[in-house]
């Protein structure tokens, strides 16, 4: 089993920068695809970003936070990273972490172990 748990959110103005990270306690290894996903009051949850824990293996991100956010791995921290610049008031949302992906997939579904989130409020 793993148990992800995010840190790192926090209330910002828009243009600024958060970073984000997700310790991945229990049995991982370095090829593990995890991700980070986020849902916004009213709406569904929505992929961000995917990589292989280990982070050398490639990345993945979704249209919207392309050239702003930047995922990483570190396997012998067991964490990842999410480094989010120029914000913005559409980015406010609970921040999640998940782990146990299908590798290369950014499908809620595809994804077996998830944190309790880290809220990220942009204001304008």
């Known amino acids: 089993q793993v148990r992800p748990v995010e840190s790192g959110g926090g209330s910002v103005q828009a243009g600024g920068s958060l970073t984000l990270s997700c310790l991945a306690s229990g049995s991982t290894y370095s090829h593990d695809w995890m991700g980070w996903f986020r849902q916004a009051p009213g709406k569904g949850r929505e992929a961000v970003a995917a990589?292989?824990?280990?982070?050398?293996?490639?990345?993945k991100y979704v249209d919207s936070v392309k050239g702003r956010f930047t995922i990483s791995g570190d396997n012998a921290k067991k964490t990842i990273y999410l480094r989010m610049n120029r914000l913005e008031p559409e980015d406010t949302a609970m921040y999640y972490c998940a782990a146990h992906g299908v590798t290369g997939s950014l499908r809620v579904n595809d994804f077996g172990y998830w944190g309790q989130g880290t809220q990220v409020t942009v204001s304008s």
């Open positions: 990589i292989h824990l280990g982070g050398d293996r490639g990345s």
